[in-house]
């Protein structure tokens, strides 16, 4: 079986196109709940970090323009005087306020009128072409993973505007105690990246093999509660655990617990989407940055994972659990907001990988210590802009996705990359440790 008849599946050409109509169609509706506010909050920029809404929403459809309609359907620009305000790279986040940018209604207007044509160029296109954008059905993957990376920025940008009643909530599964609080992984020979995802990026690829000595991975994410243990112990103002950039950014910026918490007295409070809570003690932590993570972990007397051994972890597999697709709601893994939070550790047992890892996929981003760089034979498709231009010592590599992740938009190779600053992110970590 050829990797596009694996793509296609029993049903065919038809079948994928029933799918991905059906993913264009629950994705918009996710963007659309998600900018279901006033206009105020919409063109409002709640943080310099984050673009308006109203911003997201429209970019989405542009990016659906240039990639669907003009690069496979050749369909003429619908609006090509607005390319530069969406262009990500053109204009910073914190300069984006000031551009002349499409409100609420027209930005609306403008998205659905690109995806009525989105939807006659899906109809009319050939699956089975030998043109990579086209083959597979690729072109509507990266459209609708771009939309579903965008809708989590979206849920960052409303977790900043502080804005009770904008975010819903949802149940949990119960955690449960672990036996062990580490897995040994041991040395050998494993296959990082991948050659048979049919819809992932370019950083992914290709597949190739690499060494690694034995090591030990914290089975779960590092919890609040653990977290809270190096906060009294006073790693916020001990120079020992961090590095040199890493203190002065925590010093020059009063950073003494992760974002969003406060305490009253022997309480951690946090905000989480406009309402005030006790920090729960089982969930893993979030939004603390890479310099956080990393003075943990070695005042744990650890380090974080690499990103290979994070993936290693997993077991060589899509997903940790095997290649079943986690769904919405799969017994698996915490994703897709099935909640606005992250579950309890000790959640999803059977989303463990072969070793015993668990929660590697969901809840929170986990923070490596790998730059984000290119793999040995990477080739570029299909733009600079999406992975080569990041690529150096610049930004950290994180793994797993989050609680706002779409299923659909990530898997045991995918790869994430901010700068080691960054907390606004639902990011969290867990420790590893060489073997003696």
Known sequence: ????????????????????????????ERSLAYTDADDDMLVRQHSPLMSPLVWDL??????????????????????????????????????RPSLPLLGPAEARKYISGVRGRVLDVLDQVDLTAPDPLRSGGYVFGLVLQHEHQHDETMLATLQLSRRPGLVRDGELPPGRPAAEPEVYIPAGVFTMGTDAVAWAYDNERPAHRIYLPGYWIDRRPVTNGAYMEFVADGGYRDPRWWLPQGWEWAERN????PLYWTRDGDTWWRVRFGREEPVPPDEPVQHVSWYEADAYARWAGKRLPTEAEWEKACGSRTYPWGEADPGHLGRWANLGHRAARPAPAGAFPDGASPYGVEQLIGD???????????????????YEEYSKVFFGETYRVLRGGSWATHPSAVRTTFRNWDYPIRRQIFAGFRCARSEE
């Open 58 to 95: 429209a970019h989405v459809g542009n990016y659906e323009e240039l990639w669907v309609l003009r690069e496979v359907g050749g369909i003429e620009p619908l609006r090509p005087e607005i390319d530069h305000l969406y262009d990500a790279f053109k204009y910073p986040r914190k300069d």
């Open 364 to 382: 929170v981003w986990e923070w490596t210590d790998s730059w984000f760089q290119p793999y040995p034979g990477y080739r570029c498709f299909p």
């Open 254 to 257: 009063g950073v003494e617990a």
């Open 1 to 28: 079986m050829t990797d596009l008849d694996a793509v296609l599946g029993d049903a065919g050409p038809t079948g994928l196109k029933e799918r991905i109509a059906a993913e264009l169609a629950a994705v918009r």
